[in-house]
């Protein structure tokens, strides 16, 4: 089954209104996972943002932008001091930093693969690239992978998906930029684990006049 993580952002930084969001949409009971950027809030919103989230025994994602590696492992430490259940993104020059701060605590990491540069990010490399560096970051005993698939402004994103879980043994999140109907089912359809939106339910492409709720609820329903 594929999941949907619902991200409280927007141009990869977390929502000013991200507490307000997520009590407006927090009775959806079929929503399992939600997330958020390592910026946009001071560190007491982001404790009441995930005190919420735990309350609804909700899973949370942290995902990291940080073109550093000072900043990737100040991110992981914030994840661990809120008690995300996930860290996702973080560069590739700065996965082994961050894996060393993880080791033996109780928060899965799902890292970046591929050049991903700018911000917001952009993804960069061919696809033998791509799944070299899955092979890599793999090999490191990672818990899965974060793919910008349709941050890629040049490859066939279905060939590059299809093409980097063909060698992955680990789940594979697809996240960025996913913001039509025909893409969420195409994550269904190719089978991937999960997938993050959150630009799009803000500017409400899945229900155009409906709520942010009503929005979250059509992605749910294109993945039953």
Not at 101 to 118: A, N, S, T
Not at 145 to 152: G, Q, T
Request: proline share 2%.
């Amino acid at each position: 089954m594929t999941e949907f993580i619902f991200m409280l952002t927007h141009n990869d930084v977390t929502r000013k209104d991200a507490i307000k969001v997520y009590e407006e949409i927090r009775a959806i009971s079929d929503l399992k996972y939600v997330g958020f950027k390592n910026i946009g809030l001071e560190m007491d919103e982001y404790k009441t943002l995930v005190k919420m989230m735990k309350e609804d025994k909700r899973t949370i994602f942290l995902e990291v932008v940080s073109d550093s590696e000072e900043e990737s492992i100040k991110s992981a430490k914030v994840g661990l001091e809120l008690g995300v259940d996930c860290l996702i993104g973080t560069m590739k020059p700065y996965i082994d930093a961050s894996m060393k701060l993880l080791k033996e605590k109780p928060i899965k990491f799902m890292p970046y693969i591929g050049d991903v540069v700018d911000h917001p990010c952009i993804l960069r490399g061919t696809i033998e690239e791509i799944q070299n560096d899955a092979k890599e970051v793999e090999a490191k005993g990672i818990d899965g992978i974060n793919l910008l698939a349709y941050r890629h402004a040049t490859v066939n994103v279905e060939e590059l998906i299809i093409k980097v879980m063909k060698i992955m043994k680990t789940p594979l999140i697809v996240a960025g930029s996913i913001k039509t109907h025909e893409q969420v089912t195409k994550m269904r359809e190719l089978n991937v684990w999960a997938f993050t939106i959150g630009g799009a339910i803000f500017d409400k492409k899945f229900v155009q006049d409906g709520s942010y709720a009503d929005n979250i609820k059509a992605v749910l329903k294109l993945i039953e």
